[in-house]
Antibody
Framework: EVQLVQSGAEVKRPGESLKISCKASGYSFTTSWIGWVRQMPGKGLEWMGIIYPGDSDTRYSPSFQGQVTISADKSISTAYLQWSSLKASDTAIYYC???????????????WGQGNLVTVSS | QSVLTQPPSASGTPGQRVTISCSGS????????VYWYQQLPGTAPKLLIY???QRPLGVPDRFSGSKSGTSASLAISGLRSEDEADYYCAAWDDSLSVLFGGGTKLTVL
């Protein structure tokens, strides 16, 4: 059974760094793209970027390029999303998802993590 | 403001057929596949339709997708109370990113 299990909720101060994780199981981690989606409070979905763990090929949305870093450790089947300096506007739920259906790296997320609530407040 | 435009709300009564539209441009829907997601309150999204009109295993055939030119639609037939959710369309855009629509809140009256 495919599962994506995300790390728990986080409360941080502005300016702090953060790295959240998404542990995959039940499929070959290195042969599927995995990505991140942001959902700000009461708002819609935003595609942030994706990574192919097999060769670490990483693609970012222009809206998030330079704002976050996506990485993966294939030895433990885990993808990461990190910030070097959080802002209050980063407060959101962050979902990881596996790109498993459709047009490769442009395809659909067929499995999702449960979401990470990140709260940034002074 | 999303580049993929969806109506903010839609509604129907049990058993009815409802459609949700998604309007884009030649740089996204017009030249790439469309995907549809359902998000029940307080849960992660779920893929309903991929490649314009394909259903993942386990998605009921009450859900169907179509695309014409730079627009796409999601149809739900035999509406049920459990279909009450937010629905999002998505498509790759030539700006090198997937775009999501703003979402449509479906209410089952």
């Amino acid at each position: 059974e495919v599962q994506l299990v995300q790390s728990g909720a986080e409360v941080k101060r502005p300016g702090e760094s953060l790295k959240i994780s998404c542990k995959a199981s039940g499929y070959s981690f290195t042969t599927s793209w995995i990505g991140w989606v942001r959902q700000m409070p009461g708002k819609g979905l935003e595609w942030m970027g994706i990574i192919y763990p097999g060769d670490s090929d990483t693609r970012y949305s222009p809206s998030f390029q330079g704002q976050v870093t996506i990485s993966a450790d294939k030895s433990i089947s885990t993808a990461y999303l990190q910030w070097s300096s959080l802002k209050a506007s980063d407060t959101a739920i962050y979902y990881c998802g596996r790109l498993g259906l459709g047009d490769g790296s442009r395809g659909g997320f067929d499995y999702w993590g449960q979401g990470n609530l990140v709260t940034v407040s002074s | 403001q999303s580049v993929l435009t969806q109506p903010p709300s839609a509604s129907g009564t049990p058993g009815q057929r409802v459609t949700i539209s998604c309007s884009g441009s030649s740089s996204n829907i017009g030249s790439n596949y469309v995907y549809w997601y359902q998000q029940l309150p307080g849960t992660a999204p779920k893929l309903l339709i991929y490649n314009n009109n394909q259903r993942p295993l386990g998605v009921p055939d009450r859900f169907s997708g179509s695309k014409s030119g730079t627009s796409a639609s999601l149809a739900i037939s035999g509406l049920r109370s459990e279909d009450e959710a937010d629905y999002y369309c998505a498509a790759w855009d030539d700006s090198l990113s997937v775009l999501f629509g703003g979402g449509t809140k479906l209410t089952v009256l």
